[in-house]
């Protein structure tokens, strides 16, 4: 299982991001996908989740209402919108696949990882 995080980068704050998580998995549609963050000297932390089917989704409460969790299951893609971006958003952004049932927000739950995409946001 590969997971391929990617569209991070260097914006203002203010600013918008949108990352996408491409994997290279017949059995995508079927996995939760969750995405992290992990700012220097911290530990790794729930950004957002989503079930299989995008029915079901959770997000931290850091970001709610600014970002959005989304996937195309015929692109084998998990997309993360990031609107309103703050410093404190500055972090390397980690895409996660879990195939047990039900979202979950501990990196534990998870079964593969991508490489991870840094985002910063400048004040």
């Known amino acids: 299982v590969q997971l391929q995080a990617s569209g991070g980068g260097l914006v203002q704050a203010g600013a918008s991001l949108r990352l996408s998580c491409a994997a290279s998995?017949?059995?995508?549609?079927?996995?939760?996908m969750g995405w992290f963050r992990q700012a220097p000297g911290k530990d790794r932390e729930f950004v957002a989740t989503i079930s299989w089917n995008g029915a079901n989704k959770d997000y931290a409460d850091s970001v709610k209402g600014r970002f959005t969790i989304s996937r195309n299951n015929a692109r084998n893609t998990v997309y993360l919108q990031m609107n309103s971006l703050k410093p404190e958003d500055t972090a390397v952004y980690y895409c996660?696949?879990?195939?047990?049932?039900?979202?979950?927000?501990?990196?534990?739950?998870?079964?593969?990882w991508g490489q991870g995409t840094l985002v910063t946001v400048s004040s």
């Open positions: 998995i017949d059995t995508f549609s079927s996995a939760v």
């Open positions: 996660a696949a879990r195939y047990t049932t039900g979202i979950r927000n501990l990196p534990s739950e998870y079964d593969y």
